[in-house]
């Protein structure tokens, strides 16, 4: 059995921005019981630590997610793992294997918060891969599932657009741009926001 009170004061540290405490915390939990659930908020703790293992561990989350059969925690972590490759390793041919994989994971699957950030990154790439109809179309279907979901964060990572939104029959683009965010568990908290950065090219 996961140590609980490990485990929600570590989401709570991550909540609050606490990342050196989030990871000592959830390292203790995951030393427990290391479920995907755990793996995921430790590897987001890791990611902002900037820790040597963060691409480890939320490797093993994701494998902890597919033996679970929960398409939605394994796309959310194939998303993450996309990021770090681009991030720590400017391997941007690997982060878009994990692209492909959470997209395979989600298909046929009920729209959730998922489909939303996948559809931002996929957008991402596109533009940096100068396919501007994806990178035009993407952003677009991300608007409608966060209108449709009525998730303001989806809403408000969209890029700047003045585009009618059939989902909440609105115009609901608002001017904020990409916005960086590695995904974890949403309950009890949801993810914090990490600062936005420009678009890098990805080769």
Request: negative net charge; glycine residues 6%; proline residues 5%.
């Amino acid at each position: 059995m996961t140590d609980g009170s490990a485990y929600d004061a570590g989401l709570a540290a991550l909540a609050a921005r606490e990342w050196q405490r989030a990871a000592m915390l959830l390292e203790e939990a995951a030393a427990d019981e290391p479920s995907a659930a755990v793996l995921e908020a430790l590897g987001t703790a890791y990611f902002w630590t900037d820790h040597v293992a963060t691409i480890e561990i939320r490797e093993r989350a994701y494998r902890e997610y597919r033996a679970a059969r929960d398409p939605y925690g394994t796309a959310r972590v194939a998303i993450a793992l996309a990021w770090d490759h681009v991030n720590f390793r400017s391997e941007g041919s690997v982060a878009r294997g994990w692209l492909q994989l959470a997209g395979r994971a989600l298909e046929g699957r009920q729209v959730a918060a998922e489909h939303g950030h996948l559809a931002l990154w996929e957008a991402d790439f596109a533009l940096s891969a100068a396919d501007l109809a994806t990178a035009q179309a993407k952003p677009a279907e991300a608007l409608e599932i966060g209108c449709l979901l009525d998730d303001s964060d989806i809403e408000l990572m969209a890029p700047p657009s003045r585009d009618w939104c059939g989902s909440c029959g609105a115009t609901c683009g608002m001017a904020w741009g990409f916005s960086r965010r590695p995904l974890w568990p949403r309950s009890p908290a949801r993810s914090p926001t990490r600062p936005t950065r420009a678009t890098r090219a990805v080769t």
